[in-house]
Structure formats: C-alpha cells, structure tokens
C-alpha cells in the first residue's frame, strides 16, 4: 500500500518533536575557604602561650593579696586570647576537613575543647594550686572552648578574617601601650590633676580606636584576598564585613562577660584586698567594656571601607 506522502504529492512530511532537554540543576555552593588558617591558628596559639607566660611570670612574683591582684589584672588578657586561639584552631581543623555538616561541625568543637583543656592544663600545672589559679585555668578552658564553637559555623572566610582581626588588635595594642606616656604628653598632661586626667581620657579612647581601625582594615582586606566563592556560591557583601571588623570587639565583650561570670571570684577578692583596690578593679571594669566598644564599632566602620575600596568604580 502506497505511503500517504505518496498519495499527497507535495505534503511535508512531520518530524517528531524533540525530547525536551531538562536543565541542569547549579552546582551546589562550595564550601568558602579559610586563607591561611594552619597559619592564624599557629599564630593564635603564639599569642595565648605569651600571655599565659606573662601572667604566670606577675602571678609567682607575687604571694598571698599581691598575687591575687595579678591574677585579676592577667585575667582578661588571657581570656581574650583564649578566645582567639580556640577560633583559629577550630578553623584549621574545620578547613583540614573534607566532611560537611555534622562531622565537621563536631570536630570544630572538639578541637576547642582539646585546646582549651590543654591550656588548662598548663595553667594548673605551672601556676601551683592556689584558688586564683584554678579559676583562672577553669575560665581559659571556657573562653578557647567558646571561641571554638563559634569558628564552627559554615562561613570560614569570616571567621578567619575575625581571627585575623583580633591578632592584629592585640598586637596594635601592646605596641600603643608602651607609648602609653607619649599619648598623654601628645594630649598635654601637665603638672595638673585635670590636664592629666583629661589627656588619660584622650589616650584611653585612642588606643582601642587606632587598634579597631587597623584590625578592621585587616579584616576587610582578609575577606577581599580570600579565595572566590565556587560556582553557585554568592559573594559576601558588606554585613560579613562588618561582622568580620567588629569580631574583635565582640570577642573582648564576650571575655569579659566570661571574666565576671566564671572569674568573678577572683575580681572580688582582688577588690576586696583594700578600698583603694576595690575602686581600681571596679574602674578597669569599665574601661575594658569602653576599650571594647570603641573596638567594636571602629573596626566594623573600617571593614565597610575597606568593603567600599574593593568594588569596582563605575
């Protein structure tokens, strides 16, 4: 039987329809690297090693009240960088790993632990048995602990750039802190009593606020170098920035909630040694909290900045 194109001259003959072709699904988002995070925690550990050093070195020096006031003046320092240590090694173990979500999250956490129970350890075994040095050990294990849990979260780069940052402050503020007599000069402390109150003030506001500054910077240019989100990833915008800027002053207001929580019995026995004692403490109580604040907002501001110099000009 002859075809119907046969029996239609000149009829076209229909094509079937093509399979239609279903897109491909994006890749899913890579997980954001961490630059250098083998190195920040290195240098993080460096840090806290040298500030348990440093107290331990004022605390033995010191016996009975003495050495109680060392271990109140050491305290936050210590903790500070207790926090930071426990980020960064927490970073470098979660960048290390390949596994996502639970495993990697888990193991964050246990290297804080590990580190700060190490840390502990240290403390109780160099410091001697005295009640300051149990709650001074107790209170780093907390702080490199706390600051573990939090570098497990997913976005590394920021976190490496927090760590990056709090470095940076400290370094900036042990520098700053031994022109401590040159500020006050700058700012025209004289023979007075309120040219020399009023140039403390000055000084006070300018340490933390150049140490925000730069470590905010620091943290800006730490997002800008790191490496670009894989495919299907977006890019960070200016909040991470200014996340990664006030991460250090987050840090020293969250040691010194630690410090007068789990350390407050040794902020009162400091206070309590003399009456002239107990109005230093309860001042530098709000000096840290001062010192923090300027930390904290002066390096978000400078992280936006840096935010700013980094996209492209129209």
Do not use: C
Not at 11 to 31: K, Y
Not at 125 to 133: F, N
């Amino acid at each position: 039987m002859p075809s119907s194109h046969a029996a239609y001259p000149g009829a076209v003959r229909a094509e079937p329809s093509p399979t239609p072709v279903r897109p491909a699904s994006p890749p899913a988002p890579s997980e954001e690297a961490a630059p250098g995070a083998a190195v920040l925690a290195a240098l993080a550990l460096v840090w806290l090693a040298a500030m348990m050093w440093s107290a331990h070195r004022v605390i033995v020096s010191g016996e009975g009240t003495l050495a109680i006031t060392s271990a109140a003046l050491a305290l936050p320092s210590v903790i500070s960088a207790g926090i930071v240590a426990g980020a960064g090694v927490s970073l470098a173990v979660a960048h290390l790993l390949r596994q996502r979500g639970t495993v990697r999250f888990v193991a964050a956490i246990g290297a804080g632990l590990l580190t700060g129970l190490g840390a502990a350890l240290a403390v109780v075994s160099s410091y001697g048995g005295g009640e300051a040095s149990a709650i001074l050990a107790g209170t780093v294990a907390a702080a490199v602990t706390v600051g573990g849990a939090v570098a497990a979260v997913r976005t590394r780069s920021v976190i490496g750039a927090v760590v990056a940052a709090g470095l940076v402050v400290f370094a900036v503020g042990l520098v700053l802190d031994n022109f401590k007599g040159n500020l006050t000069s700058f700012y025209g402390a004289g023979d007075d009593a309120s040219s020399r109150l009023s140039a403390a003030g000055w000084a006070a506001l300018t340490t933390p606020g150049i140490s925000g500054g730069v470590g905010g910077l620091g943290a800006g240019f730490s997002l800008r170098w790191s490496p670009p989100p894989g495919a299907g990833a977006q890019a960070l915008r200016w909040p991470a920035y200014a996340i990664a800027g006030a991460g250090p002053g987050i840090a020293l207001m969250v040691a010194e909630v630690i410090v007068r929580t789990l350390g407050s019995r040794v902020l009162s026995l400091a206070g309590e040694v003399s009456e002239a004692d107990g109005t230093v403490q309860r001042m530098l109580d709000e000096s840290r909290v001062n010192y923090a604040l300027v930390v904290l907002f002066v390096g978000a501001i400078s992280a936006i900045v840096a935010f700013g110099r980094s996209l492209p000009s129209k």
